[in-house]
């Protein structure tokens, strides 16, 4: 029988890495992690949603973004049953294609988009307008007419001058619902460039400052007015990303909730609906820390009814916001040893023909991957080396000293796990590179969603001599 990377935990045939693998069921608790393996292992068997890796390699080529669908539905599940009262509200930045919005639609879940780009892939699909939340510190003119022509269900504002000109371009009488969001003031220990909760980062209106507060009050004003051109629907604040901590999500919470009841007693008005946001994080190697989805239900629900009790409000609306925790484990990178360099007593070095264009996560957060080979079995002793890209800069690293089989050489191939979040969506075409496909997988079939980009394609870009 072929190996299959959905196996269960038990009997997973790639023991170093299983907590980057997509599963049918998600695991989100530590307890279901397999012990990392002391040796490198190989596996020429190797399967995503019942297709061969080296397959889809043999046939699309590499580098190729692998997904497995299966995965992806799993998790929206898994959210949808953990918080049945919740919106889930997918967060398309971390992978989007026409298939992922079928995928997230069919689910049951909302979307969350940031750009104009985003909300037209949503809009050529028909996802449905009252089911979008759009975000963005800086949104064009452009990407604000754009939603309200098409209706989204809420904007989520974030500046004062926002606030006023979203006003001027809704239509006054048919208010446009926003969500203001808060900056809570909270430090989610995550990388510096993912941190949003804390007071110094470009997002959102302070709580601490008391920007939130006048916030209300401007929204209100058009919201009260004789024609109104603004409904405060919510509350929002996203407080960064790959957090593992629960409590921090219930002091938000908390705090937002303060503030509801402010509204409350200054103008006598219920704000409806709580949006937490997302940042779930996921454990991208054995032994990383996950997100405890069931733990956060609990925690969240109660710390809800417990300070609206107090605050004498009713439960809002529960809005959660994730992109990596649904789409980050679906993903395995395929890559192909073009070379290798050894440095006696320093390091070996592995070179694959992608790198930081298609995965810039190591060079900006410092982010660990492992690697694997797959496509032949291999029983030579493992020894660590470096997996490296093929861009202009020593900084091009995809995983540090991973075991890896002495006998490794160029031809053979690589994957790398845990890459469906944040990899296609950020992928560039440094050094004039292309971008790889992003390949679906599902029960024995691949089909492809994104074809790969060719040299054509950014040429045709390039227009004037
Ligand atoms: N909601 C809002 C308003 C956000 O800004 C984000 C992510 C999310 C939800 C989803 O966060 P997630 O659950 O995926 O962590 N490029 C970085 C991540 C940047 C996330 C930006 N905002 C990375 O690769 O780690």
């Excluded at 320093?346 to 264009?357: L, P, Y």
């Amino acid at each position: 029988m072929r190996n299959q990377l959905r196996l269960s935990a038990e009997t997973t045939p790639w023991p170093l890495t299983t907590t980057g693998l997509p599963s049918p069921t998600p695991t989100p608790t530590s307890a279901t992690k397999t012990p990392s393996s002391p040796t490198a292992t190989a596996d020429e068997d190797l399967a995503v949603g019942g297709v061969r890796l080296a397959e889809i390699a043999a046939t699309y080529g590499t580098p190729a973004y692998v997904l497995d669908e299966a995965d992806v539905r799993a998790r929206a599940r898994a959210y949808r049953s953990a918080l049945p009262e919740a919106e889930i509200a997918y967060a398309g930045k971390a992978f989007l294609c026409r298939a992922m919005i079928g995928w997230v639609q069919s689910e049951g879940l909302s979307l969350d988009v940031c750009s104009g780009g985003e909300l037209a892939l949503a809009r050529h699909v028909g996802f449905p307008a009252d089911r979008i939340v759009l975000h963005g510190n800086a949104k064009t003119p452009r990407d604000v007419q754009d939603a309200l022509g098409y209706g989204v269900g809420r904007i989520v504002v974030d500046s004062t001058y926002e606030i006023t000109q979203l006003a001027v371009a809704a239509h006054a009488g048919h208010p446009q619902k926003v969500l203001i969001r808060v900056t809570p003031g909270l430090d989610a220990h995550t990388h510096k460039a993912i941190a949003t909760g804390v007071e110094d980062q470009k997002f959102g209106f302070s709580l601490a400052t008391g920007a939130a507060a006048d916030a209300v009050r401007q929204v209100l004003h058009w919201q009260l007015a004789d024609r109104p051109a603004l409904e405060l629907a919510g509350l929002h604040c996203h407080l960064g990303s790959q957090i593992t901590s629960v409590d921090i999500f219930a002091e938000a919470a908390r705090r937002l909730i303060a503030l509801m009841a402010w509204s409350r007693d200054e103008f006598n008005v219920i704000v409806p609906e709580l949006d937490l946001g997302g940042g779930h994080a996921v454990g991208y190697r054995d032994g990383d820390p996950d997100f405890d989805l069931e733990t956060y239900a609990r925690t969240i629900r109660t710390t809800i009814a417990k300070a609206c009790h107090q605050h004498r409000l009713p439960i809002p609306k529960l809005t959660v916001e994730p992109g990596r925790a649904i789409v980050a484990r679906a993903g395995v990178t395929l890559y192909r040893v073009l070379t290798m360099k050894r440095i006696p007593g320093i390091r070996t070095f592995v070179a694959v023909d992608g790198g930081m264009s298609d995965n810039p996560r190591p060079a900006l957060y410092g982010s660990a991957y492992t690697a694997r080979l797959i496509g032949r079995t291999s029983t030579a002793p493992p020894e660590p080396m470096t997996v490296v890209g093929r861009h202009c800069e020593a900084g091009d690293v995809i995983a540090h000293d991973l075991p890896l089989p002495t006998d490794l050489r160029p031809g053979d191939l690589l994957a790398v796990p845990c890459t469906g979040a944040y990899q296609h969506s950020m992928a560039s075409t440094y050094n004039q590179v292309c971008r790889p496909p992003v390949i679906a997988v599902r029960d024995g079939v691949a089909r492809v969603l994104i074809r790969r980009e060719t040299l054509e394609d950014l040429q045709a870009r390039d227009v004037s001599l």
